[in-house]
């Protein structure tokens, strides 16, 4: 543990931060920087606080900071896949990166999300943080998903497997712009896929999602994950779904390979 003499509370703080980041960590709380400190914690507070205003250190969360290296004082913010699984293992939640932000982590880059999206399993208000925006999608059964870890530049990563982030994509598409543009997120992502690992996470889908999904890799033209999701939604599936909730069907037409009602016209960009 670092101690530091309060005769200058900024310098300090700063030499506090910059021993930090010499050893690797680009993390604290703000009980880690009392006890580093000394003082009270209003001081140590006031001394945070003039780093802020720096743009030194952000806090994305209460009590929790990041130290911000010249290159990304322009969002005012690490990036968020620098600091979430830390802020995640200091709230102690379970998470996983998900949706348009796990794809674009899986090489289907061309439709950068606005907002970092990760996965919990609780409901959580959004952080803004400068200009980095984080997103808490909730799904009560997350433990169920597959994720892979990945290496940051400062620590490690839990994101969903290309294969569980294609079904949830089409399972929240609300939140992903739509389902024109997770077609066209899906005919990136598929190069990742691997029919088998789709199989097995689909198993642990709510079916409508496979359904959906076995008819967009059939529009775009990915026959084996299509013929991949069939024989799951001829096992499973026991009625017809609409291929977007929200609309009526009345008209839809009517697929029986993957008992949905096709009831909009999906328009990928190629």
Request: with cysteine; proline share 4%.
């Amino acid at each position: 543990m670092l101690f530091y003499e309060c005769d200058d509370s900024m310098h300090s703080a700063s030499a506090y931060i910059d021993e930090l980041a010499a050893r690797g960590r680009h993390h604290f709380t703000t009980q880690d920087a009392r006890v580093a400190l000394g003082g009270s914690l209003p001081a140590v507070r006031a001394s945070l606080r003039r780093l802020q205003h720096r743009g030194a250190i952000s806090d994305p969360h209460r009590g929790f900071y990041v130290i911000v290296p010249p290159e990304y004082r322009r969002l005012g913010c690490l990036p968020p896949e620098q600091f979430i699984h830390e802020l995640m293992s200091q709230l102690g939640e379970t998470y996983y990166v998900a949706l348009l932000s796990a794809a674009e982590l899986h090489g289907a880059a061309h439709h950068r999300p606005q907002t970092f999206q990760v996965m919990l399993g609780k409901q959580r208000r959004q952080i803004v943080c400068g200009e980095v925006r984080v997103q808490f999608l909730l799904r009560r059964d997350l433990d169920k998903t597959a994720v892979v870890e990945m290496n940051t530049p400062r620590g490690r990563l839990r994101v969903a497997s290309p294969d569980a982030t294609a079904l949830e994509l089409v399972g929240y598409a609300d939140q992903c712009g739509g389902l024109d543009n997770v077609a066209s997120v899906l005919s990136e992502l598929a190069e990742a896929l691997s029919a088998e690992k789709l199989v097995e996470a689909a198993r642990l889908c709510p079916v409508a999602w496979v359904q959906r999904l076995g008819y967009l890799f059939e529009l775009l033209d990915q026959d084996d994950l299509a013929n991949a999701l069939e024989a799951q939604v001829r096992e499973r599936a026991v009625a017809f779904a609409p291929l977007i909730r929200a609309q009526s069907t009345a008209h839809a037409k009517r697929l029986q390979r993957w008992k949905l009602a096709v009831n909009a016209t999906v328009e990928p960009e190629r």
